[in-house]
């Protein structure tokens, strides 16, 4: 029986699009991993590290024959049993089920947990890591948060240096110029083939899904970088011959999902009552680096460094010093032609949240519509997000 | 009934009527105000620089002691601010919109200089952000702490932290100051700040006896106002560290136990609490301890700006790898073992019967990872852990008959603790 690494990755030449999407489905649900598990076991040396949203720099694991698997909760997929007598209910719902799969044995074969700084909660879920998996490495990821290359630039390579070498004693490699600038040339690519399908969505909503696309970049969280940039590639050549009739809706940026995700009901419900998502954050760590990075050099640990430094994309997690994120948010909405915002974020969500007001004042100076509600991952009934987005939807057709 | 004043409260409150005054009047006299936040604050610099703080923390708690955060957070909520986030920030920011009167009902001067010190919580920097949207013409900088996360302080972020503070921070102090920093001073705040954080350790340690002489969570917030706020590495903060070092030694050389709002009682259980107070039902909620005969005899909040129980001390030697290893040691930057190790010190040192940990809805930064910590302390040490959720100033998320429920049950288990401890001793 082939693997269930290898039977997605098998026939991508001749996948219809039908079966693209039921790939991606298929991984989406899959809470044991066993795209990951497969890949792992297929090579001795292959290591599974597992990270928590929005960003890391996924080329370094790469680099190093490891598989960079997103974890982004379960939504409503598994019971929450355990995981509630880890959190306050005032606390969002994604630790809940990260923690939840970790003791129920869905994270086993994973080697390392990464943890980007992005808010308290995935700071001291981290903790929390270190306390549960004593024989695992846990590592916070600091970002700076100074974009001077003398600076922050300094200690976000030492940072890397670090993680590089925390990683490679897991198998025993260490990181390559040539294999890092191998990865980054993947990344690279995969970056513009997500560039050239979001565009595609923004061209023509109706000829591909939000929900659909949101499935493909989920992909992307689990499947090695060489079989998504091949898949992707597929379904952008399969896309132009789409039948479908675009429908009267307007055309909305959704901000403020790039942690815990919405689940993908809400998703479809946005849709359905009206609204084309022509951009959003859903997977912002898949995007987060704005351009190419140089694959050709004899620092690449440099060209990372810079890259986050001066390409990163806008994002709640990170201070805004001389690039305040509403100007960004008006950019995307601009280039999207879009005609309001929908701030849609988690529960309790710190980073969303207290950025929400800074962008709604913005968008009112200019003039952009917008709404706003607030979701757990697991939300069952959409009727409230239905009425909304379709009162949002109506309102700006009528009016303009 | 008002609570019974020792001279050093009665030294602290003019402190701070001094400082909410000179900050009044701060537009007449010139003096810069610099509006910065608890955790890792670089009191010494401002010192040096001659600026007078205002931190937006202290306000926040502030204004709940004085039952004006509901009002101030409404008006945050009517402003956009969701329901869902930190309180502190919420209240700060509804007290600016309805005018930024403050504590002591004057109005509080706008920022020359915000000054973010980013240390153990990520929302300070989304306050911060927000804060430079309400002051548009106010100079920013900005100082990035990374987290302790292995347990340790990297050499790295160390020189991270110096470079921020010599390229970014520093700079502007200069600028908006318009003088450059005088090393001479910076030493001296230094000096100062390293003798009241020595007394203040004294104070706390004092616990250990039996006895103890103060309550280290109610009373602690107390004693560490002026180490927080706007005195640490002047002399009047030495001088009031040296009067309350005082009183202390005095209750126990007469075995007295803490003051409390309702005079002294007999010590019956020693606790440890981890996690801030709630400030709205303050003296309701010390009371829920007291009547059980329950004292604090460690606390985790009151490190928040700073541990100085590993040793410590600002230090003029080389003063920004001292500010910098500061900032990276304040309480809620340690990673949760770290924490863990802490309060289990707390425990040991001063043998106490069990531990409270109050949760509180605003502050993910202290409260993820709470329910980990407890099990964990649990197996630890075998003792009773009290689990409680209230709120720092709203007032909405105190409920007195939960907490109350929760407490009752919490002391009996430490009643029958305390009979079987007593048994097995009697049998041995
Ligand atoms: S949903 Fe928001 S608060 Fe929760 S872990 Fe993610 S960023 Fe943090
Ligand atoms: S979340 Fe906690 S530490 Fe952070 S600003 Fe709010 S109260 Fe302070």
């Known amino acids: ?115 980007p700084a ?99 970049l989920r992909a992307g969280q689990v499947m090695t970088v060489e079989h998504h940039n091949a898949y992707v590639e597929r379904i952008l050549e399969l896309l132009p011959s789409v039948e479908a009739i675009e429908a009267d809706k307007i055309r909305v940026v959704v901000s403020g999902s790039f942690c815990e995700q919405p689940p993908l009901g809400l998703i479809r419900t946005v849709e359905n009552a009206g609204c084309y998502i022509v951009d959003d954050d859903f997977q912002l760590g898949l995007k987060w680096t704005e351009g190419d990075i140089p694959d050709k050099t004899e620092d690449p640990v440099g060209a990372l460094v810079n ?50 007001p800074i962008l709604e004042k913005a968008m009112e100076r200019k003039h952009i519509r917008h709404i706003g509600f607030q979701y757990h991952e697991n939300l069952g009934q959409f009727h409230v997000v239905k009425e909304q987005a379709g009162t949002f939807a109506d309102m700006i057709k009528l009016w303009d | 009934m008002s609570v019974q004043k020792e001279n050093s409260m009665v030294k602290q409150k003019q402190m701070l009527a001094d400082h909410f005054m000179a900050l009044s009047e701060a537009p007449m006299t010139g003096r810069k105000v610099c509006y910065t936040f608890v955790p890792g604050n670089l009191t010494e610099l401002i010192t040096a620089f001659d600026m007078l703080p205002v931190y937006p923390e202290i306000n926040s708690l502030q204004s709940g002691m004085r039952q004006r955060s509901r009002d101030f957070i409404r008006e945050a909520e009517d402003a956009g601010y969701s329901e869902d986030v930190c309180s502190y920030v919420k ?69 991270y932290i110096k470079e921020q503070l010599r390229t970014e921070v520093i700079p502007k102090f200069e600028k908006v100051a318009g003088r450059k920093i005088d090393d001479a001073v910076l030493a001296q705040c230094m000096n100062r700040s390293a003798m009241a954080e020595d007394l203040l350790i004294n104070v706390f340690e004092s616990a250990r006896h039996r006895p103890s002489p103060i309550d280290a969570y109610f009373g602690g917030v107390y004693y560490i106002g002026p ?32 003051i409390t709002p309702d005079g002294t009682f007999t010590e019956k259980y020693r606790l440890v609490v981890e996690g801030p107070p709630n400030w709205t039902n303050f003296r309701d909620f010390w009371k829920l301890f007291y009547e059980h005969g329950a004292v604090f005899v460690g606390s985790t909040y009151t490190r928040v700006g700073g541990v100085y129980d590993y040793g410590f001390r600002h230090s003029a030697e080389d003063p920004l790898k001292s500010l910098a290893e500061y900032c990276m040691g304040c309480y809620t930057n340690r990673n949760l073992p770290q924490r863990i190790d802490l309060i289990e010190k707390f425990i040991k040192d001063c043998d106490a019967d069990g531990l409270v940990i109050n949760s509180i809805k605003s502050c993910n930064s202290f409260s993820a990872g709470q329910l980990a910590m407890m099990r964990d302390i649990e197996e630890r040490r075998g003792i009773p ?44």
């Open chain 1, 1 to 115: 029986m082939p693997s269930r690494f290898a039977e997605s990755r098998s026939r991508i030449s001749d996948l219809t699009l039908d079966e693209a999407f039921q790939t991606a489905k298929k991984l989406f649900e899959d809470l044991s991993f066993g795209y990951a598990t497969d890949w792992k076991s297929e090579q001795q040396n292959r290591r599974i590290v597992g990270f928590l949203p929005i960003y890391v720099p996924r080329e370094i694991l790469h680099a190093l024959d490891m598989l960079p698997v997103g974890l982004f909760g379960a939504g409503d997929k598994i019971p929450v049993v355990r995981g509630d007598a880890y959190f306050q209910s005032y606390i969002c719902h994604l630790p809940r089920t990260v923690i939840e799969m970790a003791l129920n044995d869905s994270l086993k074969d994973f080697d390392a947990f990464l943890f």
């Open chain 1, 118 to 216: 992005i808010c308290d909660v995935i700071r001291n879920l981290s903790g929390i890591f270190q306390l549960t998996y004593k024989d695992k490495l846990v590592r916070f990821l600091d970002f700076p948060q100074n974009f001077q290359s003398a600076v922050g630039g300094v200690f976000y390579r030492h940072e890397l240096e670090r993680l590089a070498a925390d990683l490679g004693a897991l198998n025993g490699k260490s990181l390559s110029t040539d294999a890092l600038n191998h990865s980054i040339g993947l990344y690279n690519q995969n970056r513009a083939l997500l560039k050239d399908l979001s565009n595609f969505r923004s061209s023509y909503p109706h000829k591909l899904s939000a929900a659909d696309h949101y499935l493909i």
């Open chain 1, 307 to 356: 890259a986050y430094l001066n390409n990163s994309t806008f994002s709640s997690a990170v201070y805004d010093g001389d690039n305040p994120k509403e100007i960004s948010l008006e950019r995307q909405v601009r280039e999207h032609r879009a005609d309001g915002v929908i701030f849609c974020a988690p529960s309790f969500c710190d980073p969303a949240l207290l950025d929400r």
């Open chain 2, 91 to 159: 209240c700060d920011i509804g007290m600016m919109l309805q005018g930024n009167i403050g504590p002591t009902d004057q109005q509080l001067p706008p920022p020359d200089l915000l000054l973010l010190s980013y240390t153990g919580c990520f929302v300070f920097m989304k306050w911060f952000e927000n804060l430079r949207h309400l002051y548009p013409k106010a100079e920013i900088a900005m100082l990035h702490i990374p987290y302790q996360a292995d347990g340790k302080v990297e050499p790295s972020a160390i020189e």
């Open chain 2, 227 to 258: 180490i927080f706020t706007s005195f640490r590495g002047s002399q009047a903060c030495v001088e009031y560290y040296e009067e309350l070092w005082k009183e202390v030694q005095e209750r126990v050389a007469l075995k007295l136990g803490p």
């Open chain 2, 385 to 428: 852990v009290g689990f409680i959720e209230t709120d720092l100033v709203d007032p909405r998320y105190y409920s007195y008959s939960n907490i109350k429920n929760r407490l009752d049950s919490f002391f009996q288990m430490l009643e029958q603790r305390k009979e079987l401890v007593g048994k097995a001793v009697l049998v041995s």
